[in-house]
C-alpha cells in the first residue's frame, strides 16, 4: 500500500499518526492494528477501514457480517430465554 499520508479532508488533517493507545485488532487480535484520523487498519490481517470515502474492504467486511451474525444469535438467544 503507498504512503497515503497526510491527507486532508476539510479543515481535518491525517497524518497517519495513532490517534489511541495500542489496542488489539478486531479481526485478528494482533498488536499491528492502528487508528488514525481517517482509518483503522492492520498489517497483520489485511483489515482496513477508510472513514473518509472508501469505507472498508473485503477484509473488514466479513469481519463485520461475523459481528453482525453474532449479534444475531445472541438476541435470538435472548428472546428464547424471555
Known sequence: MPNEFPRSKGPW???G?????????P???SNKYVQTVSTESCSA??????YWGKGGNEVYNQHAERVRRRQEEADAYR????
Open 45 to 50: 490481517c489485511g483489515y482496513r477501514f477508510d
Open 79 to 82: 428472546d428464547d430465554v424471555d
Open 17 to 25: 499518526a495513532p490517534v489511541s493507545t495500542p489496542q488489539p485488532c
Open 13 to 15: 488533517v491525517d497524518t
Open 27 to 29: 479481526n485478528c487480535g
